[in-house]
């Protein structure tokens, strides 16, 4: 843990903040989010399914079922356990759709080399309990966290009913049957009591905004549709068919630290395109210890979620199960506030001791660069000047190791980012590299605009489409349910709240969403609807939610995480709660109140 004084140097940390902002400037651009190019007209190639193993030919559907879930990703695999779990029993009685040709969203698509999951998978890695399953690491591979996907769905019979390599194109409400019209790009029409739709959050991939993209003549693709048909090999790396190749990764985030040490393995040469660093802290994977694993008593896994989640909703607790990168910096805060009344009671002194642990943190992360990788100049470039939320923090042991390798370079583009594809080079700071192949590493969309995230519309009653319905405001109660769209479920970060361990929040709303359907089938309802008014109370208090990260992130140097610096933009009722423990113990104590408040059954 790294400890904070009170007699913190407050000078070094007020030249730091003018450092950070210096940094931050010289990356705002004025297109903002509209810099990235969408795989599609000219890019389509880039969002196509290199996963596909055989052509699913089918005649098209017209049948009904209890329950459609859109997306086969943890949210709809979630819905679906919860559902069984819940008694929805019969097999047919649920059908899973995606357009991906097995369940696993994330893990089916993110299939790069070195892919592994940054949050601890005791706890990512949902119904362990249920599913009698030991993660073989502290953090599981993309592969294994794929193939637990799959067991989920076999466990509860999800295969069974489940329609993939098919895309959703209208969910449309039909009064006089009440039933929901589901229709799909292959002539399906599919009548359904419920909709489940979880569409995912950051499943779009986009392109870097960079000049000549469309003229590269070598070969190219996005990290989440990896060819493995070119580079050879599989997400343990021994990609034989980039012996003789020059690749160049655009983009150093997340995914581009993980899959950079296994190409640096395989490939004749390896650019690091780099516009921003990332902050790279210790990642310290180890197998699972099975003594340990199996003394588990029953419950263990939500008690271990729960410890999580409270110490980063900021939390004082004396054990720290995870004790990990992302626990460090909120365990830090709380232990300070819990030894020093007189700050904690004092709004400005958390925020200046926050900002002070931050310093901290991301001082002893920049000296790490130092301590590993030997060429001081590239070292200094691989250092992170912002503050820790202001990107996703990434936990790596052998990514600032592949730059002491000779076969990897870093080109630092201080900011600017690549400026010019070519034929067959890419430039950066006007100098011309020759590559055979680019690696977008570029990341994902994220458009809080529900057409765009799930890529169909959804029209409810009265022809009311909710793309239109949200276009002013987000409404809804407890995140899940909206009014006009009866037994119409919603699976998203919009309204609700998200923790860095993802799957928990989807389960937690999965549950929640899966005991209103089970009590609409138990009281025999036809239409389960919210009260205009439950949804109104739900706003207020959403906008009522306190507004530190949007202060916390006009701060920040550009990414996803502040619309690439666009300032204003949120609109207050797509926000979340602030307190993921908060928003848990909301749908927890309404569920155990037992009355449906703000529901009605007809
Ligand atoms: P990110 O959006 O985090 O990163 C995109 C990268 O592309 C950034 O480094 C960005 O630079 C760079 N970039 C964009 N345009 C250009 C350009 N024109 N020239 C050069 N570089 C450019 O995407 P990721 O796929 O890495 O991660 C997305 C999210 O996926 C993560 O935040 C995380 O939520 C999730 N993820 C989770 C993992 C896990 O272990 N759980 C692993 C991997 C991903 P800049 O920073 O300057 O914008």
């Known amino acids: ?22 940094e931050r400037d010289k990356r705002i651009r004025s297109d903002g989010n509209k810099q990235y190019h969408e795989p599609k007209g000219q890019f389509s190639n880039y969002a196509k399914d290199p996963f596909i193993q055989t052509e699913i030919k089918r005649d098209a559907l017209n049948d009904e079922v209890e ?4 997306g086969a990703g943890f949210g709809g695999l979630l819905a679906g356990a919860s559902l069984r779990e819940a008694g929805l029993e019969q097999k047919k009685a649920i059908r899973l759709i995606d357009q991906a040709s097995d369940v696993g969203g994330t893990w089916y698509w993110n299939r790069f080399p070195g892919a592994m999951c940054d949050v601890e998978s005791y706890i990512y890695m949902p119904l362990l309990e249920q ?5 073989t690491e502290k953090y599981a591979s993309g592969s294994e966290i794929f193939s637990y996907c799959q067991k989920i769905a076999e466990h509860y019979h999800l295969y069974d009913n489940a329609c993939f390599q098919t895309e959703v194109t209208e969910v449309r409400w039909n009064q006089e049957l009440q039933r929901w019209r589901v229709s799909t790009d292959r002539g399906d029409t599919i009548m359904a009591r419920f909709v489940c739709m979880s569409n995912g959050i950051l499943h779009r991939p986009k392109l870097p905004g960079v000049k000549g993209l469309e003229n590269f003549e070598g070969h190219a693709f996005h990290t989440c549709r990896w060819d493995y048909q070119y580079t050879g090999g599989d997400m343990s790396g021994n990609m034989t068919g980039l012996e003789n190749k020059r690749v160049a990764v655009v983009g150093t985030g997340a995914t581009a630290i993980q ?38 008593a029953a419950g263990w896994q939500q008690e271990r979620r729960d410890n999580f989640n409270r110490i980063l909703s900021g939390e004082h607790i004396d054990s720290d199960m995870i004790n990990d990168g992302w626990t460090d910096i909120s365990k830090n805060l709380s232990a300070l506030l819990t030894n020093n009344t007189d700050i904690a009671s004092a709004p400005d002194q958390i925020a200046k001791y926050a900002e002070a642990i931050d310093f901290n943190k991301m001082s002893q992360i920049r000296n790490r660069v130092d301590e590993v990788v030997s060429n001081s100049e590239t070292a200094d470039k691989l250092k992170a000047y912002y503050r820790a939320g202001c990107k996703r923090p990434c936990f790596h042991d052998e990514y600032l190791q592949s730059f002491n390798r000779d076969n990897v370079t870093l080109l630092d583009s201080q900011g600017k980012g690549v400026e010019n594809v070519l034929a067959n080079s890419v430039v950066v700071d ?173």
């Open 131 to 135: 599913l009698n399953y030991m993660p």
């Open 1 to 22: 843990m790294t400890t904070l004084n009170r007699d913190f140097d407050f000078d070094a940390l007020n030249i730091m903040r003018e450092k950070y902002h210096q």
């Open 430 to 602: 006007g100098q011309e590299y020759p590559v055979d192949c680019l690696v977008f590493a570029t990341g994902f969309e994220l458009n809080p605009a529900i057409k765009k995230k799930a890529g169909y519309e959804v029209i409810g009653k009265n022809d009311l489409k909710l793309s239109d319905k949200w276009e002013q405001q987000t409404s809804s109660m407890h995140g899940v349910i909206t009014s006009e769209f009866p037994n119409c479920f919603i699976i998203s970060n919009l309204q609700s709240a998200f923790t860095v361990c993802i799957t928990h929040s989807l389960e937690e709303q999965a549950r929640h969403i899966a005991y209103i359907i089970l009590n609409a089938k138990t009281q025999d309802a036809t239409e389960v609807n919210v009260s205009k008014e439950a949804e109104q109370k739900w706003g207020e208090l959403i906008v009522a939610q306190p507004n530190i990260t949007e202060e916390f992130y006009n701060e920040c140097t550009p990414g996803y995480y502040n619309r690439e610096g666009e300032k204003n933009k949120l609109n207050l009722h797509n926000r979340s709660f602030a307190n993921t423990v908060e928003y848990f113990k909301t749908l927890n104590d309404w569920r155990e109140e037992g009355t449906l408040k703000g529901i009605t059954f007809d």
């Open 259 to 296: 899959c950079i040490p296994k190409l640096a393995e395989s490939a004749e040469h390896v650019y690091v395109l780099q516009r921003t660093p990332s902050s790279i802290d210790v990642r310290n994977n180890c197998p699972t210890d099975t003594d340990w694993f199996a003394q588990q």
């Open 67 to 70: 329950v459609v879930v859109v």
